[in-house]
Nanobody, 126 residues
């Protein structure tokens, strides 16, 4: 059974940095695309970033491009999200997701991901 668990959320001030981590188990890490999504209060789920299983394809939403960095760690089957220069509008619950995609590539479509974590809260104060 696939498991995806996020950690690392918290309260930070604007312009500070925070790193999220996602631990996975129960599926072939080498055949899955991994991604981060987020949902702010009262708003729809939005994509943040994705990384293909072979790390050849990485995508970022324009709102985080240049500030966030996604990384995949095959040895311990984790994926991390380094967030720099945080803004108040980055406040949200952040979700890690894994999607079966052995052909490679990654998408920012939530429908392409079958396994989701429970989320971790990130709050940025001004």
């Amino acid at each position: 059974q696939a498991h995806v668990v996020e950690s690392g959320g918290g309260l930070v001030q604007a312009w500070e940095s925070l790193s999220l981590s996602c631990t996975t188990s129960g599926f072939n890490f080498d055949a899955y695309t991994l991604a981060w999504f987020r949902q702010a209060p009262g708003k729809e789920l939005e994509a943040v970033s994705c990384i293909s299983w072979n790390e050849r394809i990485i995508q970022y939403d324009d709102r985080v491009k240049g500030r966030f960095t996604i990384s995949k760690h095959n040895a311990n089957k984790t994926v991390s999200l380094r967030m720099n220069s945080l803004k108040a509008e980055d406040t949200a619950i952040y979700y890690c997701a894994a999607g079966w995609r052995p052909s490679g590539g990654c998408t920012l479509r939530a429908d392409d991901y079958q396994n989701w974590g429970q989320g971790t809260q990130v709050t940025v104060s001004v």
